[in-house]
């Protein structure tokens, strides 16, 4: 039988029918969800303890120490405890509670404080001591790799390679790197979407980020376009979803699948994946679903 982390990945797309209106175009979702940990950041977690661990740079007693908003802290709290390490979690404190409990009872430690900016660089001060490791998802190769390696294999696989648009969220950006760099090898014409906020909004897992803390593993050049989100739209479509798809997701999937939707109305024909990040479970005390 197969453990925990040989269960990451290999999710499944849905086709989204109901909410497509162009029947020329085909839609569908990568359900990141149906990872053990709930989210697509179970690949990029295993991706940076593992390797860390087979370069050396993380050793038997070694705590760990990273910023996040959410996901990828669950996702850490819990590839931790599979090899035994201790981690110190650095969220900010708008984050829903279902977080902070979640990374509790994988055994982390966590610590709350007033934005993702301020968190980056508490962790990063921590990280510069000789106590902690740093993960450092925002500038670490093995982020965007395990999408190379894993996410974009799959979505080509499970398409047949006839993938005309892939679309994601950008928060770290691992997700849309990895996948630009995969995709692209195989086919040069697929389009690489981002989705941002508009500037006036806040979508969890969606940023803006100041010019000063804009991820190192970040290229420009890998995304073809990018689409600002407005919140609304995100709330708005993260219903739909659930309440005319069944699919149960956070915010920043509504942001994606409303760039979808929006790109399909401009096609003639085309097949589009675009990332359901994590599930709506996350968010029940948030006022996403009210």
Not at 121 to 134: C, N, Q, V
Not at 275 to 283: E, F, K, Q, T
């Amino acid at each position: 039988m197969a453990g925990i982390t040989e269960l990451v990945g290999n999710t499944p797309l849905a086709e989204i029918k109901r909410l497509n209106s162009n029947k020329n175009v085909k839609i569908y979702a990568k359900l990141e969800g149906s990872n053990p940990g709930g989210s697509v950041k179970d690949r990029a977690a295993l991706s940076m303890i593992r390797s860390a661990i087979d370069r050396g740079d993380i050793k038997p007693g070694t705590k760990l120490v990273e910023a996040t908003s959410g996901n990828t802290g669950i996702a850490l709290a819990m590839m931790a405890r599979l090899f035994d390490l201790e981690i110190e979690l650095i969220m900010p404190s708008s984050s829903t509670r279902e977080r902070t409990l979640t990374m509790e009872a994988f055994g982390a430690k966590v610590i709350l404080m007033d934005n993702m900016e301020v968190c980056r660089d508490y962790a990063e001060e921590k990280g510069a001591t000789s106590e902690y490791f740093l993960l450092n998802q925002f500038a670490n190769p093995d982020n965007y790799l395990a999408h190379y390696r894993t996410t974009a294999p799959e979505i080509w696989r499970d398409t047949e390679g006839t993938i005309t648009h892939f679309v994601s969220a950008m928060g770290t950006t691992g997700t849309i790197m990895g996948n630009s760099m995969y995709l692209k090898e195989q086919n040069p014409a697929i389009q690489i979407v981002g989705c941002q906020p508009t500037e006036e909004s806040s979508i969890p897992g969606i940023r803006r980020w100041p010019e000063e803390y804009l991820p190192k593993i970040f290229d420009p050049s890998r995304v073809d376009r990018v689409i600002d989100i407005s919140q609304q739209d995100a709330t708005e479509m993260t219903r739909k979803l659930a309440r005319t798809e069944g699919i149960f997701a956070g915010m920043s999937s509504g942001g994606a699948a409303h760039a979808a939707l929006k790109i399909a109305e401009e096609l003639e024909s085309g097949v589009i994946v675009f990332i359901v990040c994590d599930r709506g479970d996350r968010y029940l005390s948030s006022d996403l679903f009210g």
